[in-house]
C-alpha cells in the first residue's frame, strides 16, 4: 500500500503567520490527494482534491500544491479557527491511506 | 445538504461483532459512494472499506478482509458496517464518509465510539 508521510509532525505558528505543511507519497500518485482539517471531537472536513482544488465554502487562504510523490499545503495567513491537526490522503491506490497528521498549534 | 447520522456508541467484549450504521439524509443516496474510516484514541485516519449503493458490491481494505462486512439499504438510504472477532485494537470511533468521487470523502457522520472492554 502507499504510505503517506507527514511533516512536521507539529507545527507551532503565530496568527497571522504562514503555514506549510508537508506530505510524501511513497510512490507516485499523480494528482490524486485530498488535505482534510479536523477538530477535537470532530470529524474530518474536506479542504482541498486533486491536490489543488478547494473544497467547497473553504476560503482561499488554504492552498494545495504537488503532484507525484510531494505535495505541500499552505495557509497563507493563520487565523484562531485554523489551529488543528491536517491529515493528506491519496486516493491513487487500492486502499486509501492517510498520512499520521500534522498538528498546527498555537505559538 | 447531505447529513449522515451514524449510530450511537457501544462497549463490546473481545471477541464479540459490531454493527454501526449511517444513514443518509439525500434523496442522492445510490448515487454516491460510502466508505468507513476508523480512528484509534491519538491516532491517525483509517480506510477500511466502503461500497457504491446502486452497484452493492463492497470494496474492503486487504487489513479488514475476512473481518468487516459492509452493506447498503436502498430502502432507508442507510450503510451497514459490521465487524468481527473483535480486539482491544479496534476501540476507535468509527466514521462513514460519503464519496464526491472515488477517493475524496466530502461529508462525514458524526462519528461512532466502540470501546472493546471485558
Known amino acids: 500500500e502507499v504510505v503517506m508521510t507527514q511533516s512536521p509532525a507539529t507545527l507551532s505558528v503565530s496568527p497571522g503567520e504562514r503555514a506549510t505543511l508537508s506530505c510524501r507519497a511513497s510512490?507516485?500518485?499523480?494528482?490524486?490527494l485530498v488535505w482534510y482539517q479536523q477538530k477535537p471531537g470532530q470529524a474530518p472536513r474536506l479542504l482541498i482534491y486533486?491536490?489543488?482544488t478547494r473544497a467547497t465554502g473553504i476560503p482561499a487562504r488554504f492552498s494545495g500544491s504537488g503532484s507525484g510523490t510531494e505535495f505541500t499545503l499552505t495557509i497563507s495567513s493563520l487565523q484562531s479557527e485554523d489551529f488543528a491537526v491536517y491529515y493528506c490522503q491519496q486516493y491513487n491506490n487500492w486502499p486509501r491511506t492517510f498520512g499520521q497528521g500534522t498538528k498546527v498549534e498555537t505559538k | 445538504q447531505e447529513q449522515l447520522v451514524q449510530s450511537g456508541a457501544e462497549v463490546k467484549k473481545p471477541g464479540s461483532s459490531m454493527t454501526v450504521s449511517c444513514k443518509s439524509s439525500?434523496?442522492?443516496?445510490?448515487?454516491?459512494?460510502l466508505s468507513w474510516v476508523r480512528q484509534a484514541p491519538g491516532q491517525g485516519l483509517e480506510w477500511m472499506g466502503g461500497i457504491f449503493p446502486i452497484i452493492a458490491t463492497p470494496n474492503y481494505a486487504q487489513k479488514f478482509q475476512g473481518r468487516v462486512t459492509i452493506t447498503a439499504d436502498e430502502s432507508t438510504s442507510t450503510v451497514y458496517m459490521e465487524l468481527s472477532s473483535l480486539g482491544f485494537e479496534d476501540s476507535a470511533v468509527y466514521y462513514c464518509?460519503?464519496?464526491?468521487?472515488?477517493?475524496?470523502?466530502?461529508?462525514w457522520g458524526q462519528g461512532t465510539v466502540v470501546t472493546v472492554s471485558s
Open positions: 510512490q507516485s500518485v499523480a494528482s490524486n
Open positions: 439525500a434523496d442522492t443516496f445510490s448515487n454516491y459512494a
Open positions: 486533486g491536490a489543488s
Open positions: 464518509a460519503r464519496e464526491l468521487s472515488t477517493g475524496i470523502f466530502d461529508y
